[in-house]
């Protein structure tokens, strides 16, 4: 059975930092996709980062130079460092994964809260 189970959320005042971790089981997603996303509440889910299985990075515009994604495929993790946090990153955070070598996200994470006071 397949899970990805995220880490790392929590409370962080404007400005400052967090690691999420995303520990995959079930599979090896060396091949896959892996990515970040997250819904605010009262708002749709939304891509935030991913890392594709030869390692190239993509972000979405509002956390481009602030976020950084990696992954460790000895450790079948994810990661995303979040700096420069902003009230407006607040969220669930989720994490995904692709099938081997596709860009649809096939396997989906419970989701870790950030909450970015002012």
């Known amino acids: 059975q397949v899970q990805l ?3 790392g959320g929590g409370l962080v005042q404007a400005g400052g930092s967090l690691r999420l971790s995303c520990a995959a089981s079930g599979r ?3 091949n896959s996709a892996m990515g970040w996303f997250r819904q605010a509440p009262g708002k749709e889910r ?3 980062a991913q890392i594709s299985w030869t390692s190239n990075t993509y972000y979405a515009d509002s956390v481009r130079g602030r976020f950084t994604i990696s992954r460790d495929n ?3 993790t994810v ?3 979040m ?3 902003k009230p407006e990153d607040t969220a669930v955070y989720y ?4 099938a081997d070598t596709v860009w649809s996200y096939t396997y989906w994470g419970q989701g870790t809260q ?3 006071s002012s």
Do not use: H, R
């Not at 994490?95 to 692709?98: G, P, S």
């Open 28 to 30: 090896t997603f060396s």
């Open 46 to 48: 939304e891509f935030v």
């Open 5 to 7: 189970v995220e880490s």
């Open 95 to 98: 994490c995904a994964a692709t």
């Open 83 to 85: 700096n420069s946090l």
């Open 114 to 116: 950030v909450t970015v």
């Open 79 to 81: 990661y995303l460092q």
């Open 74 to 76: 000895a450790k079948n």
